[in-house]
Nanobody, 122 residues
Framework: QVQLVESGGGLVQAGGSLRLSCAASGRTFRTYGMGWFRQAPGKEREFVAVIDWSGGITSYADSVKGRFTISRDNAKNMGYLQMNSLKPEDTAVYYC???????????????WGQGTQVTVSS
């Protein structure tokens, strides 16, 4: 069982930066893949970035590639999403998620946090 709690969201101007954190409980987190997903009002939840258990494999949505960086610290049971050059279209609730084998498919994830709001003003 893995429990996830996101933090670090907020209001930022376009071009600014935020760092989201995901605190995980449970010894198995360090063996799990994790991902960041987001959901804007009226839209489906979408893949943002994922990272495998070792941190050696990452994947990004085209819309965030070059601007966002996913990372993790297994010793601290933490995951992170560094977001730079933010745009108004990045506005959404951001969720971290975990599953045994990393995937970009939202529906396959077993464990989810409650989400943190990111709002980017123009």
């Amino acid at each position: 069982q893995v429990q996830l709690v996101e933090s670090g969201g907020g209001l930022v101007q376009a071009g600014g930066s935020l760092r989201l954190s995901c605190a995980a409980s449970g010894r198995t987190f360090r063996t799990y893949g994790m991902g960041w997903f987001r959901q804007a009002p009226g839209k489906e939840r979408e893949f943002v970035a994922v990272i495998d258990w070792s941190g050696g494999i990452t994947s990004y949505a085209d819309s965030v590639k070059g601007r966002f960086t996913i990372s993790r610290d297994n010793a601290k049971n933490m995951g992170y999403l560094q977001m730079n050059s933010l745009k108004p279209e990045d506005t959404a609730v951001y969720y971290c998620a975990a599953r045994a084998i990393v995937s970009t498919k939202t529906a396959l994830y077993d464990y989810w946090g409650q989400g943190t709001q990111v709002t980017v003003s123009s």
